[in-house]
């Protein structure tokens, strides 16, 4: 394949124009992309960031076979692609001076393009996280449950919302992807938080969702204080959310996991999520850009 048959744009409405019915294709496998331009062009281009996003479209005799996007300084979100496919891409990207601070991407496509900007890039590339994304099946809510209920976080909660964020964030080592205060706002806005609460009021668990996009809603973040865990919280904000999504009218209801925590895994498991595929984070460091 050429390198050209990649059209590269910091165009949100030409790549979406171009690229809108692939993703649209497998919501579920494509639930980053379509989240995060759906909240490029809701709540504009720069929430993650102050450079302007950047996106591709692989095209093969007429038909879109792959895409990509990054909202700069953040890594590089690839749908599937070959070694072949990867490699090329690499070798665009190289060839413009590109600097990517990582990837992430299906399991072998994240390592497929990790060795071949290592190899163009002379990169050294890290594993940083290795990812399950899971589709609910039939909901279960887990047993027993733990005394509260469940409550939508709304503008009382910000302030707490921003901090719980924060210490999710450092707790799964990847940091904040866009301000979190303005994570908290949308949130808030779109009713997208649900904490569970102890019988006194207390918050002590929170589970969120992502805007439904083609059909699909993720469960995305998921945290209880440390002090907290172990008491159910979790299972218990992550069913309602689960079942509020399904009320909603979503098709797919998805979320990842990090496969180095066994007991997220297990407890999303008895939930009724089940393995769709397997992702991969690598961290790029060291490259050096062609003259």
Do not use: C, K
């Amino acid at each position: 394949m050429r390198t050209d048959d990649w059209h590269l744009t910091r165009d949100l409405d030409s790549f979406l124009t171009r690229a809108g019915t692939f993703l649209h294709s497998q919501p579920a496998l494509h639930t980053v992309a379509l989240t995060v331009t759906e909240n490029l062009r809701t709540r504009g281009l720069h929430i993650y960031g102050d450079e302007a996003p950047e996106f591709g479209v692989l095209e093969r005799d007429g038909a879109v076979r792959a895409t990509f996007f990054r909202t700069p300084p953040h890594r590089l979100n690839l749908t599937v692609l070959t070694a072949e496919e990867a490699d090329v891409l690499a070798a665009r990207l190289a060839a413009r001076g590109q600097r990517l601070p990582g990837v992430h991407a299906d399991r072998d496509t994240a390592g497929a393009f990790a060795e071949a900007w290592r190899r163009h890039t002379g990169a050294t590339a890290t594993l940083r996280q290795r990812q399950r994304l899971y589709r609910l099946g039939t909901l279960t809510v887990p047993r027993p449950v733990p005394p509260g209920g469940p409550r939508i976080a709304g503008e009382a909660d910000r302030e707490q919302l921003i901090r719980w964020h924060e210490e999710f964030a450092e707790a799964v080592g990847t940091g904040t992807v866009r301000d979190t205060a303005e994570w908290a706002d949308a949130r808030i806005e779109q009713g997208g938080i649900t904490f569970w609460e102890t019988p006194d009021g207390t918050p002590a668990a929170m589970a969120g969702t992502t805007p439904q996009v083609a059909g699909q809603i993720r469960v995305a973040p998921v945290y209880t204080p440390p002090h907290l865990r172990g008491r159910g919280y979790a299972g218990a904000a992550t069913a309602e959310v689960s079942r509020a999504a399904l009320a909603a009218g979503a098709q797919e209801v998805l979320l990842f996991t990090d496969l180095s925590n066994p007991t997220s895994n297990g407890l999303y498991q008895r939930i009724g999520y089940r393995p769709v595929a397997d992702f991969a984070v690598y961290d790029f460091t060291g490259q050096s850009a062609p003259a």
